[in-house]
């Protein structure tokens, strides 16, 4: 029990549509991570959010998007869906910005099928 | 281009013997790297770390191995037991990376009863 919490667990939806995935952190975590993980890969960094504001990104389109908030919950968007875009979406949470502090904290992810 | 591999997709064990997962990378500006193990419908927990300045690190019955010059990293599991059964994900992060982790593919390690 990670105390980061997903939301849907699953989302299908169709070509072109739009998208949100919900996530709530660990209480007092002030750090968010979101990960792409394709069938059979790895997961793949998207973007941090640090006390609201973005952080670091990958090697995502602008079409990714993300939001946090004040009460540790945050918000994974994706416009126009694409057939690649379906994936298993990890958020992660954690305290501060120190990147050898192993305490990252993965919740248990949005399955999206884009149809 | 792949910074971290995990060259093998799949490992089976004897319960009780022990299991290794090996791991390589290409980039020198990794100085931390670490273990995650993942169960179906769960997301990855961490197990185990090292940073670049150690060539072991222990806990328990898992053991991380580093060998900077070769951009190796293995984790071996003694006795292995068969709630060890999950996927194994390397993962690597660089100084100022702000815990952006760079993750391999996954081994999916099944310890046989």
């Known amino acids: 029990e990670t105390g980061v919490t997903q939301s849907p667990t699953h989302l299908i939806?169709?070509?072109?549509?739009?998208?949100?995935?919900?996530?709530?952190?660990?209480?007092?975590?002030?750090?968010?991570?979101?990960?792409?993980?394709?069938?059979?890969?790895g997961p793949q960094?998207?973007?941090?959010?640090?006390?609201?504001?973005?952080?670091?990104?990958?090697?995502?389109?602008?079409?990714?998007?993300?939001?946090?908030?004040?009460?540790?919950?945050?918000?994974?968007?994706?416009?126009?869906?694409?057939?690649?875009?379906?994936?298993l979406y990890l958020c992660a949470s954690s305290l501060g910005l120190t990147a050898t502090n192993e305490k990252l904290f993965f919740g248990s992810g949005t399955q999206l099928s884009v149809l | 281009d792949q910074q971290v591999k995990q060259n093998s997709p799949s490992l089976s064990v004897q319960e009780g013997r022990i299991s290794i997962l090996n791991c390589d990378y290409t980039n020198s500006m990794f100085d931390y790297f670490l273990w995650y193990k993942k169960y179906p419908a769960e997301g990855p927990t961490?197990?185990?770390?090292?940073?670049?300045?150690?060539?072991?690190?222990?806990?328990?019955?898992?053991?991380?191995f580093l060998n900077k010059s070769a951009k190796h990293l293995?984790?071996?599991?003694?006795?292995?037991?068969?709630?060890?059964?999950?996927?194994?994900?390397?993962?690597?992060?660089?100084?100022?990376?702000?815990?952006?982790?760079?993750?391999?593919?996954?081994?999916?390690?099944?310890?046989?009863?």
């Open chain 2, 46 to 64: 961490f197990l185990i770390s090292i940073s670049s300045i150690k060539d072991k690190n222990e806990d328990g019955r898992f053991t991380v």
């Open chain 1, 45 to 87: 960094f998207i973007f941090q959010y640090y006390r609201e504001e973005e952080n670091g990104r990958g090697n995502f389109p602008p079409r990714f998007s993300g939001l946090q908030f004040p009460n540790y919950s945050s918000e994974l968007n994706v416009n126009a869906l694409e057939l690649d875009d379906s994936a």
């Open chain 1, 13 to 41: 939806k169709t070509r072109g549509q739009q998208v949100t995935l919900r996530c709530s952190s660990q209480s007092g975590h002030n750090t968010v991570s979101w990960y792409q993980q394709a069938l059979g890969q």
């Open chain 2, 74 to 113: 293995s984790l071996h599991i003694v006795p292995s037991q068969p709630g060890d059964s999950a996927v194994y994900f390397c993962a690597a992060s660089g100084r100022g990376s702000a815990r952006q982790l760079t993750f391999g593919s996954g081994t999916q390690l099944t310890v046989l009863p």
